[in-house]
């Protein structure tokens, strides 16, 4: 069976420094990467202007909060990728906690044959992100990083925040399409095996029939004191109907050295997010993340986290 169109290529920190070294002192040195990520409304992105309008928005937020703001030397295109999130008929790698997404650069709607497969345990509990096995067979071209998600919730109050904590591992292979089972996904990620409670002969299929396109449209860098932050807009469309059914607002921080990071950096940061909350009351989405999007059920409620 061929994926049609898919294409390839509890212990929280709270406060503004990000503090976690007590729960989990081993993931110090593996933090790469903060993602602030406000959920926005699928229906009012899918406009064409609308990116760049909501980065007017968010600029004028990030100045207020004492951030300087660099806009790309050229308009911003659209980058698109063709998605699917892959699990089994009865979700098992969402009830074990992993998301599994197979993408690759959108070209003319044909599948490239080689794409890259990223597994990703997500969780609010630090400790349970970093123990989790997310390793390749090593067989294929293999990348790893750990990293936090700070979803600013549209129905929670400006600057009541969880973190999820993120561990992803990504593989490139070539497989053109074919349908992959359970036992070919633990063969590829070891570290599945046991987990899932599946039979190694179960198909791995998208989520919800659903096929994907992104559109990712970079806006441009803020920078709080020595920390920038990569800004964007990313939309995924059902590549059949062209409907789309997630978008959000990111800044994501890549981190050299994660605990050192200026506290000051860190809390512009988090205040430009609530602001910004309280300013686009208009463009908010409902549904916290992309992934969850698809499934239509949440991973983690915001109720379940503390605020940040």
């Not at 396109?213 to 964007?232: C, H, K, M, P, W």
């Amino acid at each position: 069976m061929l994926l049609a169109l898919a294409g390839c290529g509890p212990a929280l920190p709270r406060g503004p420094a990000i503090v976690g070294a007590r729960e989990a002192p081993q993931a110090a040195s593996g933090v790469h990467f903060r993602s602030w990520v406000l959920p926005l409304d699928p229906g009012r992105m899918d406009a064409k202007r609308a990116p760049m309008e909501f980065w007017q928005l968010a600029a004028a937020e990030a100045r207020r909060q004492g951030g300087a703001v660099e806009a790309p030397r050229n308009p911003p295109k659209a980058v698109r990728d063709l998605i699917v999130v892959l699990d089994t008929a009865d979700q098992a790698l969402r009830r074990a906690g992993f998301v599994l997404r197979r993408r690759g650069r959108d070209r003319r709607g044909q599948d490239p044959g080689t794409c890259e497969f990223t597994l990703e345990a997500r969780t609010p509990d630090i400790r349970a992100a970093h123990g989790t096995n997310v390793q390749s067979s090593g067989k294929e071209p293999f990348t790893q990083h750990f990293a936090e998600e700070i979803v600013v919730v549209g129905a929670a109050p400006p600057g009541a925040s969880p973190s999820l904590w993120s561990m992803e591992g990504n593989v490139r292979r070539y497989d053109k399409g074919k349908t992959m089972t359970v036992g070919e996904l633990q063969a590829l990620f070891p570290g599945t095996t046991g987990r899932l409670g599946a039979s190694p002969d179960a198909p791995l299929l998208p989520v919800n029939g659903t096929n994907l396109e992104q559109s990712e449209v970079v806006l441009g860098t803020i920078v709080f004191g020595s920390t920038r932050a990569r800004a964007a807009v990313v939309v995924w469309r059902d590549a059949r109907t062209r409907v789309a059914i997630a978008a959000d607002f990111e800044l994501v921080e890549k981190l050299a050295d994660f605990w050192s990071q200026p506290p000051a950096d860190a809390r512009a940061a988090r205040e430009t997010m609530a602001s910004l909350q309280s300013a686009a009351r208009g463009w908010l989405g409902s549904m916290p993340t992309r992934a969850e999007a698809v499934y239509g059920v949440p991973f983690v409620l915001p109720a379940q986290a503390a605020p940040r």
